[in-house]
């Protein structure tokens, strides 16, 4: 009888040691899947057309000029080369669409424009109307006129979105989660875009994010979303003399205490080309008063955020990263590859590397090459199944 009752209370230890861990589990122990281009509507195929030679080109003239370390780098971000059209061949829903299947990272491109129009006549398609081509896909220019952050793709080439503004794609976000208040915190990655593609006649010419532009920037994500629905570094950091040592130390915030809320992670402009450590987004070198994690290196004082796109080069990196307390970002399929191959390397890779955000370009069956690839978002608690760490089921 003693045996029987030692072995219950042993049991009864054990359940609430584990729900003691699931109150106490913290966001970079979760493992979640967003998708890439988030915003993203397919591109016209006819300026895909009037473009791909051009870009094709620049690509092969640039190649012969590359280093051998800067050819490496290419390489692993462009693993399969650089084909526009295949890179772009995908079709995202809206982000209600992808939010209730359970994606919690979405990716917003934006572009700065203070005066408003800057982009709201694409040089592709006002030479093929000059050409005569009447057929072009709509395109939806509500509030492009305005001033604000623009979101679109590659200005001049793909433009299509689903929320034209800054403005549309954050409102879309809050009237979700305001719908939806206990949901898993969502991860966005944000792009400062500061760099077009001359290679047109009249090409948009785009702005540079300076600290202006950052300020406004953080300005409209808390207008329109709340800062009360934020993670911000400055919450993450705490009483740390460093972001960087906080983040090593496991101070993210608790699960439970991050429900209903959004992180933000501000990825490299300028093609990535730009040291995080010269990025006019910090202050002082600290991001305590802003309100996205910045793209580090790990020796960075403000490190919290990384990114490694690559999960077959960098897996073990990105395991190593992981169990130090960053939260990194990697990719389960890059520039549609695997979904036309059928290949589910990278997508195993990506999930046992320990990464928190995974990025897909296809989370759901029926790709556009029409092959069985789709990579599952996580169903429920499956969210905690990192599997870097101890999970909580």
């Given amino acids: 009888m003693k045996k029987y009752m030692y072995g219950a209370a042993f049991c009864m230890t ?10 106490n589990i913290r966001i970079n122990q979760l493992q979640i899947v967003g998708t890439h281009n988030s915003y993203a509507q397919p591109a016209d195929p006819k300026v895909l057309d009037l473009v791909t030679p051009i870009i094709s080109g620049m ?8 280093s051998e370390e800067q050819k490496a780098k290419f390489k692993e971000y462009h693993p399969y080369g650089m084909d526009l059209k295949e890179g772009l061949n995908y079709n995202h829903p809206d982000f209600t669409e992808q939010l209730n299947a359970n994606l919690r990272g979405l990716e917003i491109d934006v572009y ?20 005569g081509v009447t057929d ?15 979101v679109l793709h590659m200005a001049d080439i793909d433009f299509r979105t689903h929320y034209p503004t800054l403005k549309d794609a954050l409102t879309a976000l809050k009237t979700w989660s305001d719908q939806h208040p206990d949901h898993t915190p969502v991860f966005m990655m ?15 010419k785009v702005l540079p994010f300076d600290k202006k532009a950052y300020d406004d920037l953080d300005g409209e994500i808390v207008k329109y979303l709340g800062k009360d629905k934020i993670i911000t570094p400055k919450e993450v950091q705490g009483k740390y003399p460093t972001l960087r040592e906080a983040v090593t130390h496991n101070n993210w915030p608790k699960l439970n205490d991050s429900k209903g809320k959004f992180i933000f992670m501000l990825l490299p402009g300028s093609a990535g080309t ?23 290196e790990p020796d960075d004082s403000f490190a919290g955020f990384i990114l490694r796109d690559n999960a077959i080069v960098r897996q073990k990196e990105i ?18 590859y695997e979904a036309k191959t059928n290949d589910f390397t990278r997508s195993k890779a990506a999930s046992s ?8 370009d296809f989370f759901r069956p029926g790709n556009t090459y029409g092959t069985p690839y789709f990579v599952q978002p996580p169903q429920g608690k499956d969210y905690l199944n990192n599997p870097l760490n101890s999970s909580c089921k």
């Fill in 190 to 204: 944000i792009e400062a875009k500061d760099s077009g593609f001359p290679i047109l006649e009249n090409s948009t």
């Fill in 14 to 23: 054990a359940l609430l040691q584990a729900q003691d861990k699931c109150q």
């Fill in 59 to 66: 690509m092969q003239k640039y190649n012969r000029m590359m």
């Fill in 319 to 336: 395991q190593n990263l992981v169990k130090q307390g960053f939260m990194v970002r990697t990719r389960s399929d890059i520039e549609t």
């Fill in 353 to 360: 590397s320990g990464a928190q955000v995974i990025s897909t």
């Fill in 112 to 131: 700065y424009d203070p005066e408003g129009g800057r982009f709201s006549h694409p040089a592709t398609y006002e030479i093929l109307k000059a050409k």
């Fill in 136 to 150: 072009l896909a709509s395109f939806n220019t509500t509030g492009m006129d305005k001033p604000g952050f623009k």
């Fill in 274 to 296: 730009l040291s995080s450590k010269n990025n006019p987004y910090l202050i002082g070198g600290s991001l305590k008063e802003r309100v996205m994690f910045l793209n580090s």
